[in-house]
């Protein structure tokens, strides 16, 4: 918690001072909520103005746009018009964020001033934009955006599979430590499985997956993904199928062409051998009350080691 504390008084510092008319409205004033489908796949929302044609000062509204499963979220602007930059050269008076998922999580990019703006697309099903005005009473006439709902790629499905798979797990250790009555310690493995993802993160397996590599870290054959299979009645086989997925994406999509193999945590066998004592150590020293079997020699065996 007060690395957290830490972290978010890092953050506010970068963003450096801000004068008290740039302070926003902290309740959402609108929130909308679209959903498209497969019949469906287009819609449309333009940021309500007054009788001048302008937006009003101090308004917040939300909108969150779900897609069909398989599916990701591109929203394009147009007709883009808002306050511009603040004294600091960041949108610190109008402003639209753009979140990848719901509100808070996942920011993608922030637009203000006038002019087109890039489209911005989601990873997964859901897509967030929300737009802020402050009280200055600088205003202008806002803008209009598109959502539309693209079909992912196979890769994108496999490696989403493999992040919710995480999520999944993360939830079910903290569920089960907790039925030992030991808030800390449930904290802790939770964390603990967190830190073990984070380390995968480093990979650096979906920025990896390129289309049109020449040179793959194992086999480049998408068809040697294994998914993940997560069992809440057995958490042992739901940790290994994770070890696999995450093992199995790398041999499918991972590209190596013009690697900096300096960097030696890209390097196939330093992934197989971080994957392998990550099971390691989880199973005989930090999950040992979950009583998974560990064997030398037993991750070799599995399919795809």
């Not at 697309?121 to 202008?140: A, Y």
């Amino acid at each position: 918690m007060k690395l957290f504390y830490a972290l978010t008084s890092l953050a506010a510092a970068q963003r450096g001072f801000q004068p008290a008319d740039r302070i926003w409205n902290p309740d959402v004033d609108v929130k909308i909520a679209e959903t498209l489908t497969v019949d469906s796949l287009t819609d449309s929302w333009t940021l309500p103005v007054d009788g001048s044609g302008k937006y009003e000062p101090n308004k917040y509204y939300r909108v969150t746009v779900n897609g069909p499963e398989g599916h990701k979220i591109r929203a394009d602007f147009s007709n883009f018009r808002l306050e511009g930059f603040g004294f600091s050269g960041t949108c610190t008076n109008d402003k639209v964020d753009i979140f990848d998922g719901t509100d808070g999580n996942n920011l993608i990019t922030t637009y203000c001033g006038k002019g087109a703006r890039d489209s911005v697309k989601s990873t997964g099903t859901t897509l967030t934009v929300v737009f802020k005005s402050n009280e200055n009473g600088i205003l202008d006439t806002g803008f209009d955006v598109t959502f539309t709902a693209e079909a992912l790629p196979v890769e994108d499905n496999n490696w989403n599979a493999v992040t919710s798979h995480y999520e999944q797990l993360y939830l079910a250790i903290y569920n089960k430590y907790g039925e030992f009555g030991n808030a800390e310690k449930q904290a802790n493995k939770a964390a603990r499985f967190t830190l073990t993802m984070t380390k995968f993160y480093q990979f650096e397996l979906k920025e990896r997956t390129i289309a049109g590599c020449t040179k793959f870290a194992r086999s480049g054959d998408p068809d040697h993904f294994v998914a993940p299979v997560f069992d809440a009645d057995d958490l042992c086989a739901s940790l290994d199928s994770f070890f696999l997925a995450v093992k199995s994406y790398h041999d499918a999509y991972a590209c190596i062409a013009g690697t900096d193999y300096a960097l030696k945590h890209l390097r196939p066998h330093v992934i197989e051998n971080v994957i392998q004592r990550q099971r390691f150590k989880l199973f005989t020293l930090k999950f040992t009350e979950l009583n998974c079997e560990h064997t030398l020699g037993h991750l070799p065996t599995l399919d795809g080691f």
